[in-house]
């Protein structure tokens, strides 16, 4: 991870998720706790954000057929 607060990936960048993506209660349709992306999703950076409590960058990824969600860096790696 870089610095705290300074994002390492950018808006526009191909992703992949690194990891399972767990549902943390923000989408009630689907199962909480439950897996919303297997790793290796791939999808597309469209806004990065800092979370002002933590400092730390938030990525807001699209992979396709509506799915927004929210990444942490350890999350997400560059295809």
């Known amino acids: ?10 808006r526009g960048q191909r992703v992949k ?20 992306l297997a790793a290796g999703a791939t999808g597309q ?10 400092n730390v960058p938030i990525y807001i990824v699209d992979f396709g057929e509506q799915m927004l969600i929210g990444c942490l860096e350890q999350e997400i790696t560059v295809l």
Request: proline share 10%; glycine share 4%; net charge negative.
């Open 45 to 54: 950076i469209i806004n990065v954000a800092i979370h002002t409590e933590a």
């Open 17 to 36: 998720a690194a990891v399972d993506l767990i549902n943390d209660h923000s989408y009630p349709n689907t199962e909480p706790e439950g897996v919303l």
């Open 1 to 10: 991870m870089t610095q705290p607060g300074f994002p390492k990936y950018r």
